[in-house]
Structure formats: structure tokens, C-alpha cells
């Protein structure tokens, strides 16, 4: 459970979507930081080579 006042214009809510409203951490980090969490994507990263 989080609690944020509203400081400024209005927070994007995401869809319920089967009565479930689902971010993940980052989403819900940029919502409650005031930000359009819309705009968080995960970053696809490539394994380091072995150093051999």
C-alpha cells in the first residue's frame, strides 16, 4: 500500500484490466515520482562476453 498527495495536474492511472491493476517497479516508481509511466521500458541488455 502506497500513499502520494497530489502535488501537481493529475496522475495517468493504468487500465483494470480483470479487476487487476498491474505495474512493474519501475512503472510504479515513475507513477508515484509524478511522471507518465506509460513512457518506462524495460532495457534489453546483452550478457557480457567470458573474459577468458
Do not use: C, H, I
Amino acid at each position: 500500500m502506497a500513499y502520494k498527495r497530489l502535488e501537481e495536474s493529475g496522475f495517468v492511472w493504468p487500465p483494470v484490466t480483470d479487476g487487476v491493476m498491474s505495474l512493474n517497479r519501475a512503472q510504479f516508481e515513475a507513477l508515484f515520482a509524478g511522471l507518465d509511466w506509460r513512457r518506462v521500458k524495460a532495457l534489453e541488455a546483452r550478457r557480457p562476453a567470458v573474459a577468458e
